[in-house]
């Protein structure tokens, strides 16, 4: 139980100081127990990738902006993301994707769309 407060707690943390004003108390106990820095200076503090090299963190952004910038790539998220949007509002919908996913048509949609490079 005192795991699972920690965490919900934890995640309210991230979410910023003004998202639910009456957990404050709570909030600063978990700082003070944990020795956890407000919110505000552990996000000015954060950076991607800790713990890298600038060398190997500017490698690795450079990857992952070429990635984005393909079109097969794009097009694979905006499907995925749709995907998953009907699945939650449309129910039904979850059956004819699993048919599309055993029918191979989703490994030809991929391979079609990794040409377009």
Known sequence: ????????????????????????????????????????????????????????RQEIECHYKVAQARVAFRLERVIKRTASMARRRLPFVSLVLAMVRASGMRRMLLVSLSRLK
């Open 1 to 56: 139980m005192a795991n699972s407060i920690a965490i919900t707690n934890i995640y309210l943390l991230t979410k910023g100081p003004d998202t639910f004003p009456g957990l404050e108390p709570s909030m600063e106990r978990l700082r003070t127990e944990f020795a956890l820095p407000a919110f505000e200076a552990a996000k000015a503090a954060w950076r991607p990738y800790p713990g890298l090299s600038f060398e190997r």
